[in-house]
């Protein structure tokens, strides 16, 4: 009945306090209105207002609803509060819109921003504060009402329990008979459940010992002995301080009212060989009546851990001296932000940035030109790679580097998966290429040249010698014509039919040898005389595309030759493998780079199953000799196309 008493001063104490905190927020709620109201007013009559002071005010005076979660019982309250919450957001999102236009000095639209939201905003405020405060009232009547009710109830149920009170006394002379036989049966389970706890001590893998407030060991399970090399006469002798070299005291004393447990020890302790072992656990105090008595330990046996981890910080620092004197760029980087993380000296003086600036950048910053696509795609692939199990694993990439004063240099990236300080990394190293490719590329130009100086010769031989040696055989053939019988007369035909044949076939063949870019044919040209040379008996449907910004570009004839033998090349494979229709030839120009796609509607192939032959092999040559690329798109059923691109 007491308790219930105190209930209801509670209720009454706590409705006031509830009534006091919403009415509050009712009554700071007009008083942000009015200053609002007062700031804008002021701005109309062309002053400058304090906005500072008024919004500082503005934000005193709004309602703070911070500490209204607690006061709140039941579910409607908490509804009702939840949609006060929502619009004292709202209104101080607006009012923080209003103060933005009131510091731009845009009045107009501070007073269009109150008219139009936060004077709604503020009325509808009021509403709900006082639906809240309606609802608080009607819940706290009610609660007040039902406790005065139970106190009535409790005055009446009083009288039955004294009068049972009696009956209780007589039975508890009876229950304590029961407990004594209690008691007895009690202590023999304490027995048997002190027995099984020892012979688990003895079954655990863990290190378990127990030692009195002066640090005189008590108890030590098999695991304890079998690791120490004690046994239990010894134990009886032996101390905390015996085992542990730095004489840590702090472990076996503890405070008389202090810390019940050291959690996560991880210390070295000494065997009876004098051979250190690190172990790792907790440490629980013991106290009787208040006063210390003894402490207790429960350890793992971390010795073999402990020294990986050391032979893990030797291996990385001997790492740290080998990639510091490095002749060779090399950099770890963050696979998620893809920033720089270990730069090491050689790539400094390389790249020409100072450390500090090279850690701010990350590898987007040095292939500026590239594709961030592609760049993201690879990292990607490196980081998905576990270090443990894919240490092995080396990445290559070639692409393009800009050092800091500017110049472009193609790079040669060699990646792996690295663990640095138990931080995932990728390991790169940098190898400039430019000069060998520079190098490599004057030999391909030097092996084209002589390739195409070899089928102009045959080309030119072919077209100005056996052309003209047919011609001949055509004409002298030609007089013999009146004086051949009519049954002679299809042989003729035949004959000269053939000689007509050989001479354009050759033709042909000289000029697929031995384009002519001069002063009199125009890339497009070329190319529809070399579609045609395939397509005879027009068994394609090609379709040929040029931009008209290529007709006005200027292409040198090394390129445009280039570009006919990729072409040239392309055509073979489509007429030898495809088994296609139409035939789609583009070139263009855009972002300072000449694309040329190459597309078919034949069977198509799998890019993983086909293996670089040597005409695919001659054609990514041709382009990268001018610092382009070569890309191959393709599936069964779906055709195939090829992409060159080369910057101009």
Same mark, same amino acid.
């Given at each position: 009945?007491?308790?219930?008493?105190?209930?209801?001063?509670?209720?009454?104490?706590?409705?006031?306090?509830?009534?006091?905190?919403?009415?509050?927020?009712?009554?700071?709620?007009?008083?942000?209105?009015?200053?609002?109201?007062?700031?804008?007013?002021?701005?109309?009559?062309?002053?400058?207002?304090?906005?500072?002071?008024?919004?500082?005010?503005?934000?005193?005076?709004?309602?703070?609803?911070?500490?209204?979660?607690?006061?709140? %019982? +039941?579910?409607?309250?908490?509804?009702?509060?939840?949609?006060?919450? #929502?619009?004292?957001?709202?209104?101080?999102?607006?009012?923080?819109?209003?103060?933005?236009?009131?510091?731009?000095?845009?009045?107009?639209?501070?007073?269009?921003?109150?008219?139009?939201?936060?004077?709604?905003?503020?009325?509808?405020?009021?509403?709900?504060?006082?639906?809240?405060?309606? +609802?608080?009232?009607?819940?706290?009547?009610?609660?007040?009402?039902?406790?005065?009710? /139970?106190?009535?109830?409790?005055?009446?149920?009083?009288?039955?329990?004294?009068?049972?009170?009696?009956?209780?006394?007589?039975?508890?002379?009876?229950?304590?008979?029961?407990?004594?036989?209690?008691?007895?049966?009690?202590?023999? !389970?304490?027995?048997? #459940?002190?027995?099984?706890?020892?012979?688990?001590?003895?079954?655990?893998? !863990?290190?378990?010992?127990?030692?009195?407030?002066?640090?005189?060991?008590?108890?030590?399970?098999?695991?304890?002995?079998?690791?120490?090399?004690?046994?239990?006469?010894?134990?009886?002798?032996?101390?905390? #301080?015996?085992?542990?070299?730095?004489?840590?005291?702090?472990?076996?004393?503890?405070?008389?009212?202090?810390?019940?447990?050291?959690?996560?020890?991880?210390?070295?302790?000494?065997?009876?060989?004098?051979?250190?072992?690190?172990?790792?656990?907790?440490?629980?105090?013991?106290?009787?009546?208040?006063?210390?008595?003894?402490?207790?330990?429960?350890?793992?046996?971390?010795?073999?851990?402990?020294?990986?981890?050391?032979?893990?910080?030797?291996?990385?620092?001997?790492?740290?001296?080998?990639?510091?004197?490095?002749?060779?760029?090399?950099?770890?980087?963050?696979?998620?932000?893809?920033?720089?993380?270990?730069?090491?000296?050689?790539?400094?003086?390389?790249?020409?940035?100072?450390?500090?600036?090279?850690?701010? /950048?990350?590898?987007?910053?040095?292939?500026?030109?590239?594709?961030?696509?592609?760049?993201?795609?690879?990292? *990607?692939?490196?980081?998905?790679?576990?270090?443990?199990?894919?240490?092995?694993?080396?990445?290559?990439?070639?692409?393009?580097?800009?050092?800091?004063?500017?110049?472009?240099?193609?790079?040669?990236?060699?990646?792996?998966?690295?663990?640095?300080?138990?931080?995932?990394?990728?390991?790169?190293?940098?190898?400039?290429? +430019?000069?060998?490719?520079?190098?490599?590329?004057?030999?391909? /130009?030097?092996?084209?040249?002589?390739?195409?100086?070899?089928?102009?010769?045959?080309?030119?031989?072919?077209?100005?010698?056996?052309?003209?040696?047919?011609?001949?055989?055509?004409?002298?053939?030609?007089? *013999?014509?009146?004086?051949?019988?009519?049954?002679?007369?299809?042989?003729?035909?035949?004959?000269?039919?053939?000689?007509?044949?050989?001479?354009?076939?050759?033709?042909?063949?000289?000029?697929?040898?031995?384009?002519?870019?001069?002063?009199?044919?125009?890339?497009?040209?070329?190319?529809?005389?070399?579609?045609?040379?395939?397509?005879?008996?027009?068994?394609? %449907?090609?379709?040929?595309?040029?931009?008209?910004?290529?007709?006005?570009?200027?292409?040198?004839?090394?390129?445009?030759?280039?570009?006919?033998?990729?072409?040239?090349?392309?055509?073979?494979?489509?007429?030898?493998?495809?088994?296609?229709?139409?035939?789609?030839?583009?070139?263009?120009?855009? @972002? #300072? @780079?000449?694309?040329?796609?190459?597309?078919?509607?034949?069977?198509?192939?799998?890019?993983? !199953?086909?293996?670089?032959?040597?005409?695919?092999?001659?054609?990514?040559?041709?382009?990268?000799?001018?610092?382009?690329?070569?890309?191959?798109?393709?599936?069964?059923?779906?055709?195939?196309?090829?992409?060159?691109?080369?910057?101009?």
């Amino acid at each position: 009945m007491r308790k219930t008493s105190f209930a209801l001063i509670e209720t009454v104490s706590k409705s006031h306090l509830r009534d006091s905190f919403f009415t509050k927020s009712y009554g700071e709620n007009i008083s942000a209105q009015n200053l609002l109201l007062t700031l804008l007013n002021s701005s109309k009559k062309e002053k400058d207002p304090d906005l500072q002071n008024i919004y500082s005010k503005i934000k005193q005076n709004g309602p703070g609803l911070t500490a209204g979660d607690t006061l709140l %019982n +039941t579910a409607d309250e908490k509804q009702l509060f939840q949609k006060l919450k #929502s619009l004292s957001v709202e209104k101080k999102q607006s009012v923080n819109s209003l103060f933005q236009q009131m510091n731009e000095k845009n009045y107009d639209r501070a007073s269009a921003i109150y008219n139009n939201s936060l004077s709604a905003l503020y009325n509808q405020f009021q509403l709900l504060n006082n639906d809240l405060l309606k +609802t608080i009232d009607n819940n706290d009547r009610k609660l007040i009402s039902q406790t005065e009710d /139970k106190i009535i109830t409790l005055s009446r149920v009083n009288l039955w329990i004294n009068a049972i009170l009696v009956l209780v006394m007589v039975s508890l002379g009876i229950i304590l008979i029961k407990i004594g036989k209690i008691n007895r049966k009690t202590n023999f !389970e304490l027995k048997e #459940s002190e027995r099984k706890y020892r012979a688990l001590t003895e079954q655990t893998n !863990e290190i378990i010992a127990k030692w009195d407030e002066n640090g005189t060991f008590v108890f030590a399970n098999e695991i304890f002995k079998k690791t120490f090399g004690y046994d239990d006469n010894e134990l009886t002798s032996l101390s905390f #301080s015996d085992i542990t070299p730095d004489q840590d005291s702090k472990l076996i004393r503890f405070p008389a009212h202090g810390e019940e447990a050291i959690s996560r020890v991880q210390k070295p302790f000494k065997t009876k060989s004098g051979k250190t072992v690190s172990l790792q656990g907790n440490i629980v105090a013991e106290y009787k009546n208040g006063i210390f008595s003894g402490t207790m330990g429960f350890f793992n046996d971390v010795t073999e851990k402990k020294q990986l981890e050391e032979s893990l910080i030797s291996s990385e620092l001997k790492f740290r001296t080998f990639f510091n004197v490095a002749p060779i760029p090399m950099w770890a980087i963050d696979p998620v932000s893809y920033g720089f993380v270990l730069v090491n000296k050689a790539a400094l003086a390389h790249y020409g940035f100072s450390e500090e600036d090279f850690l701010k /950048k990350t590898v987007m910053d040095l292939r500026k030109e590239d594709n961030y696509h592609k760049i993201e795609e690879d990292i *990607l692939k490196v980081r998905k790679d576990e270090p443990s199990r894919d240490f092995n694993r080396i990445y290559r990439y070639n692409v393009n580097h800009f050092k800091k004063s500017g110049e472009k240099i193609e790079v040669e990236l060699y990646t792996s998966p690295i663990v640095l300080e138990g931080r995932n990394c990728i390991l790169t190293i940098a190898l400039d290429v +430019t000069e060998r490719n520079q190098y490599e590329n004057k030999i391909t /130009k030097a092996i084209i040249k002589t390739q195409e100086d070899e089928r102009f010769e045959i080309g030119s031989e072919l077209h100005d010698n056996v052309c003209q040696i047919l011609a001949a055989a055509g004409i002298y053939l030609s007089r *013999l014509k009146p004086s051949l019988k009519n049954s002679d007369l299809d042989l003729y035909i035949q004959s000269y039919q053939g000689i007509r044949m050989a001479t354009d076939e050759i033709r042909n063949l000289s000029h697929r040898l031995a384009p002519a870019f001069f002063d009199n044919t125009t890339l497009e040209e070329a190319f529809e005389g070399l579609v045609k040379s395939f397509n005879i008996n027009d068994s394609y %449907n090609v379709l040929i595309g040029f931009d008209n910004c290529v007709k006005n570009y200027f292409l040198s004839q090394e390129l445009q030759l280039n570009l006919y033998r990729i072409l040239q090349e392309q055509l073979r494979n489509i007429i030898k493998y495809a088994k296609c229709t139409k035939i789609e030839i583009g070139v263009c120009i855009k @972002k #300072s @780079k000449l694309k040329m796609h190459i597309a078919d509607n034949g069977t198509g192939f799998d890019l993983t !199953e086909v293996k670089s032959g040597i005409g695919l092999a001659n054609m990514k040559r041709r382009a990268e000799l001018f610092g382009g690329e070569m890309q191959i798109n393709s599936s069964p059923g779906n055709g195939s196309e090829l992409i060159i691109t080369i910057p101009v």
